[in-house]
């Protein structure tokens, strides 16, 4: 069950990313007292240095809806209703893992609400934290409207898929389709949201002449298109079980990519295949039209020719808002049995090229969970679910290895995914009848690798892929888990400012100069002042949109040795030697996971290309 499975609605609006970006350089992590000028630096500040890192939802309304039984909802009050966010507590935010690794950034604190003209919520509900994934350059050019260079990420689109949890459900007599909603909903008490983005203003690229240019309007928004439906305990949060269509052409940096990644779904019972493009069709420009090719969704048959399904689909902005890009296909007998055993695929109408489709064995893999923060000593599970044709695929080998190749940015960057000691993981597990399998992860101490750099822990990937997977087999760049692991931290006995918590604290001061005009986490008095209420947001839950750091990058000693000083806070003495020398002398600790490290490396397939994050950095 998911947002594909019905009943479900759609939603279309903006959405605000204020991210900041003092942040994206290592370099700037060493604690420099860094003044105004240097803030419209480029190569300091860069696009966005004041960015409060609120994550919102503006101007969405629900845009269609399905029922259960796939029919289209007409003359529902459901359908005059808006998305919102909280209105009783600050935004969400949202938050990279790392400076190495940008491409999993995550929305902590989201409230969704189903809000009527009348101001009342439908429905209120906690957004579980998920991290976006399937990045890529949707708008194949800049268009006519920007004046200069767009910053390369306006080009971009993204998807993020998680589940809505303590559903509080108002007034829904009215509507029959969200009583629909809400009895699907069922026991498990969850919904599944997915939404997509593209059309980001992250302003202009700095001109030729160090000319910082003002950006455009409607700086940090986005537009956003989305659907909320059913979900299930027993299913994954994060993702779909499903059908995976992957892109048929093989991605690079140079050419335009004319199709996405896809799932689809059939549902045997209504005879049905619904498939989800909404993150898979191009954008012609940016905030521009979204690419009008006619295509057609089908299956390859036994001698691999393509045999259509349902009608062609011409896609336009409208229909991509009513849709969110999701197509429902009533099916014949005879095709519901041709697709359980046949590979889908997407082509342009009348033409022999495929664009996307299915491996011819129909299997795919992926993690649900897929990023953790972890201290030393900490364990962490994720389940891995492995399908064919859709079907749990049972007792199927899953080989685990460190895959790297995402992580990190130029090339002065600091070293990742050392030492490979510090993460301790089994190289394989087998699906059960279910086709899914747990996979323990154990974290120890790093040491400080970055600490020439002066940043805490180390980054690591993990990918997962079906043992005896050939080169034709299902393979998304993004299905990989990513891992920061903390160096260890001794928390100290008495702590004082001056040798324990000013090291900690002032980075944040310099990495986030928004805060600056109300607190300066580097100065002791300014710290004094705002005591309690650095405390009171140190000590909420991280899932909080309030919680300090709002970047969650602090390590659970250190955070504790903070709270610790906060009780007694003693100025004490400047240390002899800096933080930042002891931090790069020391060594890495040896692995104490009780997971064997597996191999180094994921191996490289012969011709791969470069994994998109090495050219994607923020």
């Known amino acids: 069950m998911s947002y594909l499975t019905g009943p479900r609605l759609n939603f279309t609006g903006k959405f605000i990313a204020d991210v900041s970006t003092v942040n994206n350089f290592p370099a700037n992590f060493d604690r420099t007292n860094y003044t105004a000028a240097d803030y419209a630096n480029w190569a300091i500040g860069y696009w966005n240095p004041y960015g409060t890192g609120v994550w919102r939802l503006t101007d969405c309304l629900v845009t269609g809806a399905v029922r259960g039984d796939g029919s289209a909802v007409t003359g529902d009050p459901v359908l005059s209703m808006a998305l919102a966010d909280a209105d009783d507590q600050p935004p969400a935010k949202m938050v990279d893992l790392d400076s190495e690794q940008q491409m999993v950034s995550a929305i902590w604190g989201l409230v969704v609400r189903l809000v009527g003209g009348d101001g009342k919520a439908a429905l209120r509900s906690n957004f579980a934290v998920a991290s976006f994934t399937d990045l890529w350059k949707r708008s194949l050019t800049p268009g006519s409207l920007p004046q200069h260079k767009l910053h390369p990420a306006c080009l971009y689109g993204a998807a993020w898929q998680s589940v809505l949890t303590d559903l509080a459900w108002g007034d829904v007599a009215g509507s029959p389709f969200l009583q629909d909603l809400q009895a699907a909903a069922g026991k498990d008490g969850l919904l599944s949201i997915k939404f997509n983005v593209v059309g980001y203003n992250a302003g202009y690229w700095i001109g030729d002449d160090g000319t910082r240019y003002p950006p455009p309007p409607d700086f940090t928004m986005g537009l956003i298109t989305g659907s909320i439906g059913v979900a299930s305990k027993d299913e994954p949060r994060f993702f779909t079980l499903g059908r995976k269509l992957q892109p048929s052409e093989t991605q690079s940096q140079s050419a335009p990519t004319l199709f996405y990644y896809a799932t689809a779904v059939v549902n045997e019972g209504r005879k049905a295949l619904t498939i989800d493009l909404g993150n898979s069709i191009p954008f012609k420009e ?303 600790a040896p692995a104490t996971g009780t997971m064997p490290p597996p191999a180094a490396q994921a191996p490289v397939a012969e011709g791969a290309v470069p994994h998109p994050a090495t050219y994607l950095k923020k």
């Open 286 to 588: 940016w905030r521009g039209d979204i690419v009008g090719e006619t295509l057609e969704v089908g299956y390859l048959d036994p001698a691999g020719a393509f045999q259509p399904l349902g009608e062609a689909i011409t896609p336009d902005n409208g229909w991509y808002r009513r849709t969110a890009g999701i197509v429902d296909i009533a099916l014949t007998e005879a095709q519901l049995a041709a697709v359980g055993t046949s590979p889908l695929a997407v082509r342009k109408a009348g033409a022999d090229r495929l664009l996307g489709q299915e491996p011819a064995d129909g299997k795919a893999l992926r993690a649900d969970q897929f990023v953790y923060r972890m201290a030393p000593g900490d364990s962490a599970e994720t389940t891995v679910w492995a399908t064919a044709f859709g079907k749990p695929l049972a007792d199927a080998e899953v080989a685990l290895a460190f895959d790297n190749s995402s992580l990190g940015g130029d090339k002065d960057d600091p070293p990742v995914g050392i030492p490979a000691g510090a993460l301790g993981f089994p190289p394989s597990v087998k699906t059960d009848t279910a086709g899914k399998a747990t996979v323990r992860f154990a974290a120890s101490d790093p040491g400080h690798p970055r600490g020439m750099d002066d940043i805490d822990g180390q980054v690591y990937g993990v990918r997962p892929t079906l043992s005896g997977a050939g080169t034709e087999a299902y393979s998304n760049p993004w299905d990989f888990i990513s891992f920061l692991v903390w160096s260890g931290y001794e928390i100290p006995e008495e702590p004082t400012w001056e040798a324990d918590i000013q090291p900690i604290l002032a980075q944040y001061a310099a990495l986030y100069p928004v805060m600056l005009p109300v607190l300066n986490m580097g100065d002791y008095d300014s710290v004094r002042k705002h005591l309690y209420a650095l405390q009171t947001a140190m000590s909420l839950p991280e899932e909080n949109p309030n919680y300090m750091p709002a970047v969650r990058d602090l390590s659970p000693n250190k955070k504790a040795a903070v709270l610790k000083w906060a009780v007694n806070p003693v100025r004490g003495a400047v240390p002899s030697q800096p933080a930042t020398a002891q931090a790069a002398t020391a060594q890495a």
